[in-house]
Structure formats: structure tokens, C-alpha cells
């Protein structure tokens, strides 16, 4: 593998694992990194770039669930073939020769792409704020029921089929089913 030439702004807005991840991304998506290739070893790539391997793991692990890379148990780590499906690659070379002809680090644009701005708005969605007061009156209540009303024997809690982002509607009835459990039989 050739060296993709990882830089890291300790100093700057933008995580180092978020920088890792888009240092992969770059070389994989301007063919400087092709299908097929090995990455280092977790280990050795973050002592030559001077970082935790926890958090180049992490960036590995983010890659990998974006579909560019593919660990082999046993043999490493691959660049698959479907950089190109992405359809960033055009973009991300334009955006970088831009920053460069107005003088401007391409780092310094990716960070101020990745930081939001103070005075820009934050995505319109109309749930957002009554999605969070939820959240916080079901820890409120979880803490209640824990302490006043341990779930009965044999009852087991009911536990979602795995990670995921509830609407409105369903933290409505989490509420509503933790209110009917402190309020009892």
C-alpha cells in the first residue's frame, strides 16, 4: 500500500477519528487507495500517524458500515470495490481544488463543513424538540419506577429488536405505559 499521507490537526475543530475516517475516504475515493488493497494493521497505522488505536478502530469500524473497507478475519483489512458507487468522489475534488485556488487548506473547509455554523439554522424538523422533552420525562419516570415499582416477577421489560431512533408517537406510549406502571393496578 503507498503511503496515503494521513495529516492530523490536533488543534483543529474536526475529532482525529473524524479526520482518520475522511483521510481513508479521500485515498479510497481518488483511487490512491484501489479495491483490493491491504490496509496496515490497525496497530502499526496508528503508531505511524501518532494516534490511539481505539480511535483509528473506530474509523475503520465507520468505513467498513459505509461499505469501503472489509475486515478478513485472519488476513486484514481490504478496500472493497464500491468507492465509486458513492458519487462523492467528483464532488470532494472539485470542493478541494476550489479551496486551494481561493487559498484555503481543503482541511480548513472540511472542518468548517463538519462544524455548524453559530448564526446557521439547525435542520427544520418539526419533532425534534418534543422527541427530546420525551426522552427527558422517560428517564425522569424510568427513575421513578425503578424506585417506587420494580417491574413484577416473571414480567420481563420489553426490549426493542435493537438500536434505533423512536418517533414521537412511539415515546408517547413509552410514557404512557411507565405513567400506567407508577400509577399501578
Known amino acids: 500500500?503507498?503511503?496515503?499521507?494521513?495529516?492530523?490537526?490536533?488543534?483543529g475543530d474536526v475529532p482525529v477519528g473524524v479526520q482518520l475516517a475522511w483521510a481513508l475516504r479521500g485515498a479510497i475515493e481518488s483511487g490512491v487507495l484501489r479495491a483490493g488493497?491491504?490496509?496496515?494493521?490497525?496497530?502499526?497505522?496508528?503508531?505511524?500517524?501518532?494516534?490511539?488505536?481505539n480511535t483509528l478502530r473506530a474509523a475503520y469500524a465507520k468505513l467498513e458500515a459505509d461499505g469501503l473497507i472489509e475486515t478478513r478475519h485472519g488476513s486484514g483489512t481490504f478496500v472493497t470495490g464500491s468507492a465509486a458507487a458513492r458519487g462523492l468522489t467528483h464532488l470532494v475534488g472539485a470542493a478541494s481544488r476550489a479551496a486551494r485556488d481561493a487559498g484555503v487548506d481543503p482541511?480548513?473547509?472540511a472542518a468548517a463543513l463538519y462544524v455548524t455554523s453559530p448564526g446557521?439554522?439547525?435542520?427544520?424538523?418539526?419533532?425534534?424538540?418534543?422527541?427530546?422533552?420525551?426522552?427527558?420525562?422517560i428517564a425522569m419516570l424510568e427513575r421513578l419506577?425503578?424506585?417506587?415499582a420494580p417491574s413484577p416477577a416473571g414480567e420481563p421489560e420489553p426490549h426493542p429488536r435493537g438500536p434505533?431512533?423512536?418517533?414521537?408517537?412511539?415515546?408517547?406510549?413509552?410514557?404512557?405505559g411507565l405513567i400506567a406502571r407508577l400509577a399501578g393496578p
Open 1 to 11: 500500500m503507498e503511503d496515503v499521507g494521513i495529516r492530523i490537526d490536533r488543534e
Open 37 to 53: 488493497d491491504r490496509l496496515p494493521p490497525l496497530r502499526e497505522l496508528a503508531d505511524e500517524v501518532g494516534v490511539n488505536a
Open 107 to 109: 482541511r480548513e473547509l
Open 120 to 137: 446557521e439554522p439547525e435542520p427544520a424538523d418539526a419533532d425534534a424538540h418534543r422527541r427530546r422533552a420525551l426522552r427527558e420525562e
Open 145 to 148: 419506577v425503578a424506585e417506587l
Open 164 to 176: 434505533r431512533i423512536l418517533t414521537t408517537a412511539e415515546l408517547e406510549g413509552v410514557r404512557a
